[in-house]
């Protein structure tokens, strides 16, 4: 059986975009194969690890397994959309504490604490352990991922 092709309308980074592929694409291919934004990292393809996090209207979701076909109307935003120069608040705080060893699940980190610290504006350890237990990383740096956030949420405290 041959699957559905349609073609509506997602806005990626403040750009709108034709879905015309299959609508059980998964948004990180179509991002990753058709668009050539490649920031969004594959890693397990079960929605489990967390590298492939993006925005869908604001809300951290697992891009790996979301079908392109789900998301007309939706606004997405990817890690290379965050900030225009890359100076949103946690990617300053990743680099000034050190965060990244290979990289790999960074991005997915990043857009996921981006996305809890647009509801908690102040949190603790206990609410920084809860949001991003979902998010895996593979060099264990998980004591400078919780330093970074809780620097970036002060940053951002002070923004407001």
Known sequence: MKR???MKTITINNQSF???VEEDMPLLWFLRDRLEITGTK???GSGLCGACTVHVDGVATRSCIMPIGTL???SI???EGLSENGDHPLQKAWLENNVPQ???CQAGQI???ASFLATNKEPSDNDIDQAMQGNICRCGTYQRIKKAIK?????LAKEA
């Open 151 to 155: 620097s970036a949420a002060y940053d």
């Open 4 to 6: 559905r092709k349609t």
């Open 77 to 79: 935003t990817t890690i």
């Open 102 to 104: 290979c990289g790999y």
């Open 42 to 44: 594959f890693g397990c």
């Open 18 to 20: 034709d879905i015309d």
């Open 111 to 113: 857009m996921n604490a």
């Open 72 to 74: 007309a109307g939706k």
